[in-house]
């Protein structure tokens, strides 16, 4: 194996690690079953305020670039594999 294919393996196993972490991290919006049943408002405080809005738009934001990287990535090698 080439120092490449060990750099972009690396690459792309941190990154897709990265990726399901931010993603997991992120709070769900839907209520679940017992909150569809009896119509619970979830709506929290911090949603009032607009507090907790740094959080979830930084996460978003993560969410999109770590996206990007890692469909970048798998492009790479792809083509990198493709024309050696």
Do not use: C, H, P
Not at 15 to 28: A, D, R
Not at 33 to 38: D, F, H, K, R, T
Not at 48 to 61: D, H
Request: aromatic letters at 8%; a positive charge.
């Amino acid at each position: 194996m080439s120092v490449w294919e060990w750099i972009s393996g690396i690459l792309l196993l941190v990154t897709g690690i990265f990726l399901i972490v931010v993603v997991m991290l992120q709070e769900s919006k839907q209520n679940g079953l017992s909150g569809s049943i009896s119509g619970g408002n979830t709506e929290s405080y911090m949603d009032r305020t607009g507090g907790g809005r740094t959080k979830e738009q930084m996460l978003k934001r993560l969410t999109k670039i770590a996206a990007i990287v890692f469909f970048v990535l798998v492009l790479a090698v792809n083509l990198a594999v493709l024309f050696q």
